[in-house]
């Protein structure tokens, strides 16, 4: 047995998130659930994402955040302040400030995610990883080169049904190879929030917390 241990990865992930603060974040959520409900159920996303960055190997796992850390933050990750301005300039500042080193940032609102999904990237030779949301939005984008990057991210329409496609377009447009995550499903409805939860790992908190309002609802 070689007694050396693994190289780590040179791998940085980045999770792009909201404090979840009643009446800021999953509004469209809003009815069927109350403000304080929908924060609670973004809170429980989030918190399952990041328990699931921590169990992917990588040099630095970063919240970029809007707001301020709360309980729901577990050790072992940097704490970045978003910059102002569109999401645009916010994702590709987050790249920018990466340094040197392959790079991969995901959303707050797919709490099924898990790191078999994300197996690979950073060490299979692609330039780019592009993870496509079913509404025409993407829940993952990375680079091998961030910090030069910030180009193919700035000035691309964000929240609409064409973000995702214009996305890979300026990737596929700079000559990057590009490796495509599996498609799934963003937090933004109760629909969406019904159809995730089912897809959730065992011991999800966001299933829980989606079942227990439901339980309280009936």
């Not at 509004?27 to 989030?46: H, K, V």
């Not at 301020?68 to 987050?94: C, H, K, M, N, Y």
């Not at 995610?113 to 060490?123: F, I, K, Q, R, S």
């Amino acid at each position: 047995m070689n007694s050396r241990s693994a190289a780590p990865s040179p791998l940085t992930l980045l999770v792009i998130a909201k404090e979840p603060v009643p009446g800021r974040v999953k509004t469209r959520l809003t009815p069927p659930y109350t403000p304080e409900e929908a924060a609670a159920l973004a809170e429980a996303a989030l918190t399952d994402t990041l328990h699931t960055i921590l169990q992917i190997p990588a040099r630095r796992r970063v919240v970029v955040l809007d707001g301020s850390p709360g309980p729901w933050l577990p050790p072992g990750f940097e704490v970045v302040t978003q910059v102002s301005g569109g999401l645009d300039e916010r994702l590709a500042a987050a790249f920018e400030g990466c340094g040197s080193g392959p790079a991969l940032l995901v959303g707050m609102d797919t709490p099924q995610l898990t790191p078999g999904l994300l197996a690979g990237v950073g060490e299979d030779g692609n330039d780019a990883w592009f993870g496509p949301a079913d509404d025409g939005g993407f829940w993952a984008l990375g680079f091998a080169d961030p910090a030069r990057c910030g180009a193919l991210v700035r000035g691309v329409p964000m929240s609409t049904d064409r973000t995702g496609a214009v996305q890979r377009s300026r990737l596929v447009t700079a000559g990057l190879t590009v490796a495509d995550l599996p498609v799934l499903r963003d937090v933004d409805t109760a629909a969406d929030a019904a159809s995730v939860a089912a897809r959730c790992r065992p011991g999800s908190r966001f299933a829980a917390a989606l079942g227990s309002l439901a339980r309280v609802a009936g």
